[in-house]
């Protein structure tokens, strides 16, 4: 039995304890503190958090300079940070795209529309009139 893999969603909005539910929370944090292609193994703790939205949100709004926080070097951090200066908080930034996404998978509602009846056009007429 496979387990379908959800959308990582901002789950603890408002709670300062998110990092109790993080999935390095019994890893020796030595770990997550590495340089060089160790850094790969140090992210892939982060793949199947539950919090790692929650991580890299506070990591990004507080600067952290060192370390993999929410699946992200400090490399790609500060790169993230360069690329988009006009983000004041991360967490609402987070919050509001899912939101966005969330907006955006509901269905559109399908209007019926009228077709306008063209004289000459038989299939037309005969289609509104039954």
Known sequence: MTRERQPERLTTIGRLDWASDGACRDVDPESLFVIGAAQHEAKMICRQCSVRLE?????????TEFGVWGGMTERERRT??????????????????????????????????????????NRTRSAEAG
């Open 80 to 121: 993230l940070l360069r690329r988009r200066p006009d983000v004041a908080s991360w967490r609402q930034f987070f919050s509001s795209a899912q939101e966005a996404e969330e907006y955006a998978a509901v269905p559109p509602l399908r209007l019926r529309r009228r077709h306008s009846v063209r004289s000459g056009d």
């Open 55 to 63: 991580c890299l949100a506070d990591a990004l709004d507080s600067r």
